[in-house]
């Protein structure tokens, strides 16, 4: 059957539901939340092909659009083979893009004989952290990190952490409205970045969001969310703190890490887009590994 996309929206949340997180790969940008939070701007479309989720999607406005690797196959050629069909309709290679230790070798599989080529950026990687360790921001590399954490609850010893609830959401519309408020003009990733949490705050409990509040007194500090990837992986999807707050970002982390079912061993704290200061805030928290991404496009087939 052809693949028959269609834009990912709310109403695509039960469809999405059928693969993800059981089958996800621990791809920050495959959670439902994210899916359908981020797909105005990167153009998301989806599909379901024999019982495979098929996602089309771009990184930036000036990437390339690629598919993911399909979900629920391992890869199955017949999948592959329809959505090389789709993409030759459209005067495309067919790019598939997701973890390339898992990309190139289930792709060669598939389609032996066929000649890829290999893109990535680093900007394109995640930063994988043990969730123990932004718990207890335990050992030496992390050691300035539990110091202003220390700091903070010296100076906030009453400080709380609540969950994001229907009833706690109010706050964090009105902590994230006084944070953007510290702009003097918002940039497109940032206004990006401010509809897809407006998205998330308006579905937190349909799309199986879990997150927090730094609480001093009746005051909100910061908030943190995220979504389960896999059975073991969590991605931290959002983090936004009060920067004249001392130690407030070090203590949000280790209270939302705290507050996750035991089985999560794994967070991802996303990319950093090639942003110098988002990669040295990432590397700061000294990240165990990187969630290596990129994608292979193949050289159109030679037929008879």
Not at 139 to 150: E, P, W
Not at 267 to 277: F, V, W
């Amino acid at each position: 059957m052809p693949i028959q996309l269609k834009p990912v929206s709310f109403d695509s949340i039960d469809d999405l539901k059928r693969f993800l997180p059981a089958k996800g790969t621990g791809d920050c940008n495959l959670s439902v939340a994210s899916l359908i939070a981020r797909a105005q701007e990167r153009e998301t479309q989806y599909a379901i092909v024999n019982e495979t989720l098929v996602i089309r999607w771009r990184a930036a406005s000036d990437e390339p659009f690629v598919w993911l690797l399909p979900i629920g196959c391992q890869c199955c050629p017949c999948v592959l083979q329809e959505m090389e069909s789709w993409s030759e309709k459209k005067g495309e290679p067919l790019r598939l893009f997701g973890s390339l230790p898992e990309l190139v070798p289930a792709v060669e599989k598939a389609l032996p004989y066929r000649t890829l080529s290999m893109t990535t950026k680093t900007a394109w990687w995640d930063y994988l952290y043990r969730r123990d360790d932004i718990e207890t921001l335990r050992g030496r590399k992390l050691h300035g990190k539990r110091n202003f954490a220390k700091r903070f609850w010296t100076a906030y010893p009453h400080a709380r952490f609540e969950p994001i609830t229907e009833a706690t959401l109010p706050l964090c519309r009105e902590f994230l409205a006084r944070w953007y408020a510290r702009f003097d003009e918002m940039s497109p990733s940032m206004k990006d970045e401010a509809r897809a949490i407006e998205m998330a705050f308006d579905h937190f409990e349909a799309m199986n969001l879990h997150g927090g509040l730094l609480m001093v007194g009746d005051k909100v500090c910061g908030f943190s969310y995220g979504a389960r990837l896999t059975d073991t992986m969590f991605a931290v999807h959002i983090e936004k703190a009060d920067r004249d707050v001392v130690g407030a970002y070090p203590a949000l982390a280790s209270e939302l890490a705290r507050s996750l079912p035991d089985e999560i061993e794994w967070l991802n704290r996303e990319e950093d887009l090639g942003i110098d200061g988002l990669r040295k805030a990432k590397q700061d928290w000294s990240p165990a590994a990187m969630f290596e991404k990129g994608y292979v496009t193949l050289e159109p087939s030679k037929r008879a």
